[in-house]
């Protein structure tokens, strides 16, 4: 039988235990809480690409469809072709980017490096709309009327070339060689539609 007198007397070495035990669990709880948020704070870190996802799928969308303007352009190809040149750099930056997210981990936590990636999108959006129109010969004759094929591919450049640079990706084109070859293809196919058009407008008058 049990003794109760005994089971009095041990009533307050059982309640420190339990409290011993209580207060255990509550500092492991504690400590686990505590790591939960350095592993959140790791994961975040490891996730800095996510803002930057949806604009990485449309930079590839919008590359994709230059390629596909390139190649089925039936005018002013040579103007297109240094556009395509410059898209295909855009594309390879843009899968390095995403093979190497470790490498860029601090940029993805940077405001200005995340504008910097919108202009990005901005810029070849405007390749890609420019491309479209000038493959048209309606696309083209609206830059005849208000606008400089030169002036308005230069200004794409630029813009190009400048937001290239404030991401760090790899310039290839920003040299005297491809700068030659733009001049080329813009005089060529400048040359070219011009007379093709002078032509439209001599059997209109026949």
Not at 12 to 28: F, M, R
Not at 120 to 147: C, M, P, W
Not at 190 to 197: D, H, I, Q, Y
Request: glycine share 2%.
């Amino acid at each position: 039988m049990v003794n109760v007198h005994d089971t009095l007397s041990a009533t307050p070495e059982i309640l420190n235990g339990t409290i011993e035990v209580t207060k255990s669990v509550v500092d492991l709880g504690s400590k686990l809480d505590i790591a939960k948020g350095a592993l959140q704070v790791v994961g975040n870190a490891a996730d800095s690409i996510t803002p930057f996802i949806p604009l990485i799928g449309l930079a590839t969308t919008i590359i994709n469809e230059v390629i596909s303007i390139y190649q089925q352009a039936e005018y002013n190809k040579k103007i297109i072709s240094a556009l395509y040149d410059r898209t295909k750099l855009a594309e390879y930056a843009v899968d390095t980017l995403q093979r190497r997210k470790k490498f860029y981990e601090s940029n993805f936590k940077r405001q200005d490096w995340y504008d910097a990636f919108n202009r990005f999108v901005d810029v070849l959006k405007d390749i890609r709309n420019f491309a479209k129109e000038i493959s048209t010969i309606r696309g083209y004759q609206k830059y005849l009327k208000s606008y400089s094929i030169k002036d308005k591919f230069e200004e794409l450049s630029v813009k190009y070339d400048t937001v290239m640079k404030d991401l760090n990706f790899t310039l290839a084109v920003s040299n005297e060689e491809q700068r030659r070859y733009d001049n080329e293809c813009l005089m060529d196919d400048v040359a070219e539609m011009k007379e093709f058009l002078q032509n439209i407008d001599v059997e209109r008058d026949q």
